[in-house]
């Protein structure tokens, strides 16, 4: 155990815990590995171990989001109701998520969105596990006689792609001061008829 008392897994936390609190407070781009480890107690050395460079931290607390997104979207897939009232609930619980990260957190948010473009690996996991979530959804509203019989990855892919605007981390970010719960309601519906 390192002088700190805490273990491996506990710096690492610890670190990730300690950069969002600077990317919050300095911004995105003031970050540096070596006031992370001081903070922390221990050498920038030390902290090497664990991440290989600042891009690395930055990815981990990008990704100690993502799992906690992930997870509440799990939530909503998994509710009681019709499928088709948890698909709606699950696109606006997906859409509020990203929007509210973007206005309490626009530095985060950036780490997250450079992330994204670059199509990191555990940006590319969070996109299969939402397209997961909502393939199941959509095979429970085909189930449920919902939707009409089609492939299931199929309509995903085409909800996805249709209601990119309310998740996709650039557009979402460009309309932060709009109120377009409404909007992604009356796509659903309008997509939800189509689908029948």
Do not use: C
């Amino acid at each position: 155990m390192p002088r700190t008392g805490l273990s491996a897994e506990e710096i690492k936390e610890r670190s990730i815990e300690i950069a969002e609190a600077k990317i919050r407070q300095l911004g995105f781009d003031r970050v540096r590995l070596v006031d992370i480890a001081r903070e922390l107690g221990v050498s920038h050395v030390a902290l090497y171990k664990h991440f290989p460079d600042k891009a690395a931290l930055l990815d981990a607390v990008s990704e100690k989001w993502l799992a906690a997104f992930d997870a509440e979207l799990e939530g909503v897939a998994r509710g009681n109701g019709p499928a088709g009232d948890r698909i709606v609930a699950w696109f606006l619980a997906y859409h509020r998520l990203k929007l509210e990260k973007v206005r309490r957190d626009p530095e985060l948010y950036r780490a997250f969105d450079l992330a994204a473009q670059a199509m990191k690996p555990f940006v590319v996991r969070h996109l299969e596990a939402t397209g997961g979530q909502l393939q199941g959804l959509v095979s429970d509203a085909m189930r449920e006689g919902f939707f009409r019989q089609a492939n299931p990855t199929d309509v995903t892919s085409l909800l996805l792609e249709l209601t990119v605007s309310f998740h996709h981390p650039k557009l979402v970010a460009e309309r932060l001061n709009e109120d377009r719960e409404d909007r992604l309601q009356v796509v659903l519906v309008t997509l939800f008829r189509a689908l029948r």
